[in-house]
């Protein structure tokens, strides 16, 4: 809800470049010039390389994953995982994906068979796509193959959408109190999520240990990288299994919700543009044939114009409508020759839907036009 607001009040300051504002009771420096941002975000990064810990909680095991770890732990912590995510990597669990693809198209199947009177099928779509990420998730990050679609009551998805069910009253005692948080011994998620997730994943860990099981998904590949480190030593390179646990809910955590909100928002401008619609689905047919009913990961990576939709959808629809960095040294930014000084623990924010919205940026901001991405005006 904060960052939503963040992004929309940025909508309306389109002078400035840089602008400070108080959060809560913090200041923080808002930054919209796409300039100044590539020079904070990307040519500095290693003074911005922080995010502010968004669950408050310093010594959980769910903590200690790339999103939420700090300074020298997030650094080892990339070091050991970047490998992980190749794209070789990642046409591995391609399959994985298209299975769950299969039991979504399934669904459709079913239900329109079910209304048995051949007019076009009413869905709602959001919490179809919930249960579509819902299993995505659980095969590639857990080992877990569950049918939402046949069972969507399923423990995985109960403990999912708790991640989410908190008050925005624990969210600010542990963001912006922690000393208080801590004394009380106040969590952000309920206590189902805190024993769920890593028991999942230590049971996973421990019944392919023992019976050498390996599967093609990020556990299998986060082990093989720890295995790796085992055999071959680096200094201050250490990766636990407790640092498994963390990725993977990682994973759920940053993955359940805002890629079914994508996806939502991206079938509801279909919906209402439905010449757009029309070209994607040549396009789908088109590599469905070449791939003899089925979509390859090779096929996918060739197609140009869901790729321009989906980049149109997440420029109208941004799931993350707002991002942060928190300064760790001293920096100094240099805004038409006047110097801002950044200290240490100071906020970064990113107003990105505002960004998104800008006419400066992307003309007829409000119109869903996939043309935008195309290889001549990307």
């Excluded at 992004?7 to 913090?26: D, H, S």
């Excluded at 941002?37 to 500095?44: G, P, W, Y």
């Excluded at 009177?117 to 959001?126: A, Q, T, V």
Aim: charged residues 30%.
């Amino acid at each position: 809800m904060v960052s939503k607001r963040i992004g929309l009040i940025i909508m309306g300051c389109r002078i400035k470049k840089v602008y400070g504002i108080v959060q809560f009771r913090n200041p923080a420096l808002m930054i919209k010039d796409p300039d100044l941002l590539k020079q904070v975000l990307i040519k500095d990064f290693d003074h911005f390389r922080n995010h502010s810990n968004v669950l408050g909680e310093e010594d959980s095991v769910l903590t200690r994953n790339l999103f939420i770890s700090k300074d020298k732990k997030w650094h080892n912590s990339r070091t050991i995982l970047s490998p992980v995510f190749t794209a070789n990597k990642m046409r591995i669990i391609f399959s994985l994906m298209a299975s769950c693809g299969d039991q979504i198209v399934a669904y459709f199947n079913k239900e329109y068979e079910k209304q048995g009177n051949g007019k076009p099928l009413e869905i709602e779509f959001k919490s179809t796509t919930a249960r579509f990420t819902n299993d995505v998730i659980a095969t590639t990050s857990f080992g877990l193959e569950i049918d939402s679609f046949k069972n969507p009551e399923n423990e995985f998805i109960k403990t999912g959408r708790a991640i989410f069910d908190f008050s925005i009253l624990r969210f600010i005692l542990l963001h912006k109190f922690p000393t208080i948080a801590k004394i009380f011994n106040v969590k952000l998620m309920a206590p189902i999520v805190y024993d769920f997730f890593p028991k999942v994943i230590r049971d996973a860990l421990k019944n392919r240990r023992e019976n050498n099981i390996k599967r093609p998904d990020m556990i299998q590949l986060m082990m093989e990288a720890k295995e790796s480190l085992e055999k071959n030593p680096v200094k201050d390179l250490v990766l636990e299994d407790d640092d498994i646990i963390s990725q993977a809910f990682v994973f759920f955590g940053a993955g359940f919700e805002t890629v079914s909100v994508a996806m939502s928002f991206a079938m509801y401008e279909l919906a209402i543009h439905p010449e757009i619609q029309k070209r994607l689905q040549e396009e789908c047919i088109e590599n469905f044939k070449k791939g003899d009913g089925k979509i390859t990961y090779e096929l996918l990576q060739g197609m140009k114009y869901l790729d321009m939709v989906v980049s149109e959808s997440f420029r109208k629809w941004p799931p993350a409508t707002a991002l942060d960095r928190v300064c760790n040294k001293k920096y100094t930014l240099n805004v038409d020759n006047q110097e801002i000084v950044i200290e240490p623990e100071m906020l970064i924010n990113c107003p990105v839907l505002g960004i998104h919205r800008d006419p400066k940026y992307y003309p007829n901001p409000d119109k869903f036009d996939p043309e935008r991405f195309n290889d001549e005006n990307k």
